[in-house]
Structures are given as C-alpha cells and as structure tokens.
C-alpha cells in the first residue's frame, strides 16, 4: 500500500461526509506537517495542482448485482505529496522503485515492506502498520499528513481496506471490495463477462462435487477447475484426465484445501493457445492501457508441473500486437469498466486482465481478472516505465485518465524469479542468500527485487517465503533482457534457490531456446 504525504498551507478548505473525517481533518488543521511525499507498497504522487477527489464506495449484492454508492468529497490545495505503499513483495518492490523515480514524489514509505526494499533505498518500510486493520492505517495516514495511498496486494482490497481510506477522505489507488469482487470471486467475474458480452471460457459454478463431477464426465477432458476465491495464485488445476479433474474437486470441496475460497468450484473449458497478460489503469470511467507483458506460471522447464504465481516474465509480449491490443481493450477492457459502473461499482485501480489467445480463432478470451498489478510482470513494467507513474496514478483517482498517454523506454525487459527449493510445495525458509549486490552489477540495467526476504542474526540475507527474488533486467531486445538477468542470476550464491532456465522461451525461434547456444 502507498501513503502520500502532502505538503499544505496551514488550515486547507477540507470537506467530507464521513464518519472518520475528524481523524482526517485534525491532522489537516495543522501547520506543522511534514513536507515530503511517502509511499508505500503501491503509491503514487504529483506536483503542484488543485485537487478535488471523489470516490464512490459502493456495495455488491452477489444474487442482484445491486450497489448502493456513498461519496466522500476531499477538497486541497496541493504543492508536493508522497506516497505509501501497501504491501511487501516483488510488485510492491518495483512500485517503490518507480514511485521513487517521479519527479513528484519526494520520499516512499512501505507497509510492512522487506528487508530488500529496506536496504534498498527505494522505501522506507513499516513493518509494523497491519495493513488489514483500517483504522491503524487511517491513522497512520493523518499522523503523517498522507495524501495517497496505492494498495499492492489483492487481500487487503478484497476486505475492503480501499474502501474505508476512501471514506475517510484519503484518496486510494486501489478497487473497493465490492469492485475487487472480479478477482475475489471467478463466479462474480464469469457472471459479468456473461451479462455483458465479453468472451471468456464456457463455463459451470458448482459447490457440490457430485454435480461437478458429472459436468466434468460430460465435457472430458483437458477441462480447468478453479477455486471461486483468493487462493494466492494456486487455485488453478489444469486436468489432463478425467482422474485428475476428479481429484482436484474433491481437493477443493470435499478435502477443503483452500479453506473458504474452494468451498465453491469454477470448472471451465481448456481453451488451447498462448497466454499473455494485459493491464490498464481505471479510473471509474476511462482506461488505457500499459505495455504488454507475458508470464510463466508453471513451476518447470518446458511449462511443466503445476501452477505458481509466476517463475518469470517479459515485456513487451510479441503475442500481443498492436491489432490484438486494440480488440483487447475494445471487447474486454472497455466493457468491463462500463459494465462495473452500471453495476454501481465503479472500478478505480488496475484491471489485470489474464487472456488466452485461442490458437483456433487466433482471438484473445478473458481467462481471470485480477485488480492490482501483477507479479511478476509488474516488475518489468516499472523498469520500462519513464512516465511520472505517481501523477498517472492520481490522475485515475480524479477520474482523469481520458487523454493521458504514457511513455515507455525502447527495448525489452525480463524477470527471472528465484523460488525457495520445494515451491510451490512445502519449501525450508531461512536459507541465506548471497552476492546480491554483486548480481546488479553483472551489467548495466540490472535489479534485484526482493519477494520474501529477511536477515539473520549475522545480518545475511535469507529467504522467507516460496518466490523470493525477481532478477530483472533491460536490453536494446529481448534476447539482450535475458542474457542480462541470467548472468546476474548466476552470480547469486543460494543453495536453497532454484529457478527456470528457459523463461522467454515463447519469443523465440526453437534454434535459440537454449542460452548457450
């Protein structure tokens, strides 16, 4: 999450309609208020301007549909602000490096942030703000003077944490929980495309794993089931037989390995071709689009093994042409974002939108959405982004996205994740990793981002989680991006590490897939 601190002539016109405007406006009336920007794990800031902010909260009925808004009005006069960021991982990471590279932003703060993003110099972190207790961070933000808060991970915007900062007063890059509703539920989302003429994959919802069973019988196999809810990128089971279609339901409603989110199933058509990921910003009313980018969600060489939150990524995504840009943003995007507002959840933030291009149609079809940047493609989107991100990030609050272009280096950029050994199984934490400063500089445009790292009593770094670092790097082409990242990538000592060889196989003729060749 990103917290903007703005620097504010004493006793600012403020206006709201909301139950925690005096936290808000106390901290507002007040002439001695720090005068930098801070950001968090995802944030943005802006140079001088007038600025009026209306969001609209709104509340989702998941039988009608129906959404009852409440607007929250915060009117200032703005010189400089900063930026907070919520969360800890790569995406936060690269949202922090970017951020920091506004010229508007002056300082980023992270919550909770870690220890790379710490020693980076890209934030500062706050380790101990709970970024699921809303009135913790509300006060944090009048305590500091935040004027803008950017909300990296899914989980706090699907429980609404955007919603609460919004109704008091504190503009946020980030959905209401209500709109956060296309990634927290798979159901919710297939019910809109349905409703709304957008193409996806055929699909069926089902609770009952009888029921579920025989649709899966009927339709054979290759067939997708997907957990309903938020499963931290590994509710997703591509069967290849009947068998293993059987068993991911029960895994799912009868074993309940996901807990709540499996308690209902998504089981949909496998629609063959290529992946690739798309991304727009939203401003309730107006998108556009940022670059393309394609990721690797298997765990092995060749696409094998199963579903990860991603082992790497490139940008821009040669799948993704310009034409199929244009049909992406006019058939599913724009669609979308006017299908939400009618709705009444009008959606602000980032629509990352997980498409496959049919390989018989040669058309894309909306597999998933998320609502919030992806990683690990954020990653190499933040390393090629030159636009100020945290004026465009503003400008989507506002609501005054119509017009706004963004700039983009030349070139290509690529991540490859290094994951603790086991994942996306059970994996030993703690393990030490080290030359990581010697791996930024193998070659010029080279970053480390840091998913899930700590230090130990000795001050090394160890590993804390499954993905743990995102070896990014930028080339004059995709085949220069590669042969950076894994040259950085080798010069890291992490026996506990592993991490795919072939990442940007799919950009390549087949002559060139090895990297010693």
Not at 74 to 79: E, G, I, K, P, R
Not at 94 to 99: E, G, R, S, T, W
């Amino acid at each position: 999450m990103a917290f903007t601190t703005l620097r504010l002539p004493p006793y600012p016109k403020l206006v709201t309609n909301n139950r925690f405007s005096g936290i808000f406006a106390s901290q507002f009336h007040s002439s001695a208020l720090p005068s930098r920007l801070v950001l968090g794990s995802s944030s943005s800031c802006v140079g001088t301007l007038s600025l009026s902010i209306n969001h609209h909260s709104s509340r989702w009925s998941s039988t009608t549909f129906t959404c009852f808004s409440q607007t929250s009005e915060l009117s200032v006069s703005v010189d400089t602000y900063g930026n907070n960021i919520i969360g800890g991982g790569g995406r936060e990471h690269a949202l922090c490096y970017a951020l920091q590279r506004s010229p508007s932003c002056d300082a980023v703060f992270c919550a909770p942030g870690n220890a790379g993003i710490s020693t980076s110099g890209n934030a500062t972190c706050i380790p101990d703000l709970d970024i699921f207790d809303s009135l913790a961070v509300i006060s944090f933000c009048s305590k500091w003077g935040v004027g803008l808060v950017v909300v990296g991970p899914e989980a706090p915007l699907v429980s609404g944490l955007a919603n609460d900062l919004v109704t008091a007063g504190i503009p946020t890059f980030g959905p209401s929980a209500e709109a956060a509703a296309l990634e927290g539920s798979k159901d919710f989302m297939k019910t809109i495309c349905h409703k709304y003429g957008i193409s996806t994959a055929k699909y069926q919802t089902f609770s009952d794993a009888s029921a579920a069973k025989q649709y899966i019988k009927e339709q054979g196999a290759p067939i997708v089931i997907k957990a309903d809810g938020l499963a931290a990128g590994k509710g997703v089971a591509v069967a290849t037989t009947l068998e293993e279609a059987y068993k991911a339901v029960d895994s799912m409603l009868v074993e309940g390995i996901f807990g709540s989110a499996g308690y209902r199933v998504i089981v949909e058509e496998f629609v063959e071709g290529e992946e690739a990921s798309f991304f727009a910003l939203v401003d309730g009313e107006n998108a556009i689009p940022l670059e393309s980018a394609q990721d690797y969600k298997r765990v092995g060489d060749g696409d094998t093994g199963p579903n990860t939150g991603g082992m790497g990524a490139y940008s821009p995504a040669p799948v993704l042409t310009k034409e199929l840009q244009n049909v992406v943003m006019e058939s599913i995007i724009l669609p979308t974002v006017k299908g939400m507002s009618m709705e009444g959840c009008k959606f602000v933030g980032v629509l990352y939108a997980g498409l496959m291009i049919d390989k018989k149609s040669g058309l894309p079809k909306l597999i998933e959405y998320n609502v919030r940047f992806g990683d690990p493609e954020c990653q190499v989107l933040m390393v090629r982004l030159e636009s100020d991100l945290a004026k465009v990030l503003l400008a989507a609050c506002r609501g005054e996205l119509k017009g706004v272009s963004l700039k983009w280096s030349p070139g290509s950029a690529m991540v490859v994740v290094m994951a603790s050994k086991g994942y996306p199984g059970s994996y030993e934490k703690e393990t030490v990793i080290r030359n990581l400063e010697e791996a930024e500089c193998v070659a010029p445009a080279v970053k480390v981002f840091h998913a899930g790292t700590a230090f130990d009593s000795d001050g090394n770094f160890i590993a804390t989680g499954g993905r743990v670092l995102g070896i990014t790097a930028k080339g004059r082409d995709l085949e220069e991006a590669r042969d950076k990242a894994y040259l950085a990538v080798e010069e890291i000592n992490w026996p506990g590490g592993f991490y795919r060889q072939d990442i940007g196989w799919r950009a390549f003729p087949q002559k060139q897939f090895s990297r010693n060749a």
